[in-house]
């Protein structure tokens, strides 16, 4: 059998046309484990009410963000694929679960390659239904219609792999290298409650009250929130932080559903009202510096802390294209590729 990996990101529109970012937010947002109603609210939530408000906001963020090699998370991924392929011997496709290049075209990619058995790869550290679930589920989905003769292997949730513990918590430390700051927070893309609730595979131990978290259970393979901390807990061990200078927000919640807490916006904002003068903030979900990480947080968390009172904003990058993350994903893929999977 011949071995390949697909990489799997998030998801760009193809530009800062309001069109584009209609059609992109229109298959994201119509992804059932993304908004996980029946279909008929999901389509008049989706089509009839953020669809005719939401893109032309949309397109004016992606616009202060827009590089001009096209979207900075498709540029980085790309960057990326482009890093570890030459580190490995082992073919490599990229794809994006919404926009292009499709799952679809990834998959063919490999295929014409030769590849029957292909490695996962969501490029997603901690697990939840709208990132990695959803990849999983559409790549079966295709496998099966399309590539009946190819087994996967999906890479697990590495949130807490002392490898990207490592990494991460190296990258933060030289970013505030110098950097005089008085609180790191710990920024994650935020899920609405039910979506922790929906996959407690034990269908009791997941409270959400943040006992549960720390509870040892089955239910923290899949566990989003608990994963969260957890990556928290470690890169805080490996960098020697004092409890009280660190914290966790979820940030980017959609709609008026109960939302992991506490809010990113707000806890910067409290911060700079508190007193707290000098802010650093980094977003370990994303492995890719993108819209959520580049406007979201640089641009619209830093004029709320500058507003509320602060007066330094720092930023911490992704892990993007750092030399030892590419060493990391090719020496995980070269370790697969040498071993004997378990396919799915």
């Known amino acids: 059998m011949s ?19 209609k ?3 229109d298959e994201f947002l119509m992804d059932e484990r993304v908004i996980d109603v029946p279909y008929w609210a999901r389509s008049l939530i989706v089509r009839g009410i953020i ?12 616009e202060k963000i827009w590089w001009e090699e096209g ?31 499709s799952i679809m075209n990834g998959l063919q990619e490999l295929h014409d390659q ?21 990849i999983l589920v559409l790549a079966e989905e295709l496998r099966k219609k399309h590539f009946p003769q190819m087994s996967f292997t999906s890479v697990p949730a590495f949130y807490n792999h002392p490898d990207y513990i490592r990494v991460l918590a190296t990258s933060i430390a030289e970013s505030l290298e110098g950097v005089d700051y008085e609180h790191l927070l710990f920024s994650y893309h935020g899920v609405p409650k039910r979506h922790i609730y929906k996959r407690d595979i034990t269908k009791s131990h997941c409270k959400v009250d943040g006992s549960c978290c720390q509870t040892p259970s089955a239910a923290h393979k899949f566990c989003y929130r608990h994963q ?17 200078r660190y914290s966790v927000s979820f940030q980017s919640r959609l709609g008026f559903d109960p939302w992991l807490q506490p809010y990113t916006d707000r806890t910067i904002e409290r911060f700079g009202l508190a007193g707290k003068k000098k802010l650093a903030v980094v977003t370990p979900a994303f492995v890719s510096d993108c819209l959520e990480t580049l406007e979201e947080i640089a641009m619209e968390g830093k004029e709320i802390f500058l507003e509320a009172g602060g007066e330094e904003f720092t930023v911490i ?28």
């Open 3 to 21: 071995k390949g990996v697909l990489l799997v990101n998030l998801g760009s529109p193809d530009s800062t046309d309001p069109n584009d970012v």
């Open 114 to 134: 030769g590849v029957d058995e292909v490695l996962l790869f969501p490029l997603y550290p901690q697990f939840a239904m709208a990132t990695t679930e959803t």
């Open 228 to 244: 969260c901390y957890e990556t928290t807990r470690l890169v805080a061990d490996y960098l020697g932080l004092d409890d009280n």
């Open 23 to 25: 059609r992109y937010l």
């Open 71 to 101: 979207s900075p998370l498709i540029v980085l991924s790309e960057q990326l694929q482009d890093k570890v392929d030459r580190l490995t011997a082992v073919p490599i496709a990229l794809a994006m679960r919404y926009g292009k290049p």
């Open 51 to 62: 669809l005719n408000t939401r893109p032309k906001k949309s397109a004016a963020a992606y």
């Open 317 to 344: 990058p992704c892990l993007n294209v750092r030399q030892d993350w590419v060493n990391v994903l090719a020496r995980w893929i070269d370790e697969w590729a040498l071993a004997q999977p378990e396919t799915v």
